[in-house]
């Protein structure tokens, strides 16, 4: 499966953006999808996950609340839409793909997304 991301951009602490991440193939709906992210200096770190349903989702302690991913089998899309933003979420964004929920590491990525958050 081929991943694209984007959606990221420049926006002020406490607005909103929502990232989209298009996939290629038939097989969208096999795969649990998830995003990441990696800010400067930093390593990568995981966001989210969504089920292939789209029921379950996890995410991480950081983003709880203010985050909440979603995904549309029908259009081969997964979304993060990022509320309440702080500019620790300042980052590029990465979606990811997977086969199993259970999984440590995400096998198929997309090329990133750029989000700045001002303060």
């Known amino acids: 499966v081929q991943l694209q991301a984007c959606g990221g951009g420049l926006v002020q602490a406490g607005g909103s953006l929502r990232l989209s991440c298009a996939a290629s193939?038939?097989?969208?709906?096999?795969?649990?999808m998830g995003w990441f992210r990696q800010a400067p200096g930093k390593e990568r770190e995981f966001v989210a996950k969504?089920?292939?349903?789209?029921?379950?989702?996890h995410y991480a302690d950081s983003v709880k609340g203010r985050f909440t991913i979603s995904r549309d089998n029908a259009k081969n899309l997964v979304y993060l839409q990022m509320n309440s933003l702080k500019p620790e979420d300042t980052a590029v964004y990465y979606c990811?793909?997977?086969?199993?929920?259970?999984?440590?590491?995400?096998?198929?990525w997309g090329q990133g997304t750029l989000v700045t958050v001002s303060s």
């Open positions: 990811a793909a997977v086969r199993r929920w259970s999984a440590k590491e995400f096998d198929y």
């Open positions: 193939g038939r097989t969208f709906s096999s795969y649990i």
């Open positions: 969504i089920s292939n349903s789209g029921v379950d989702t």
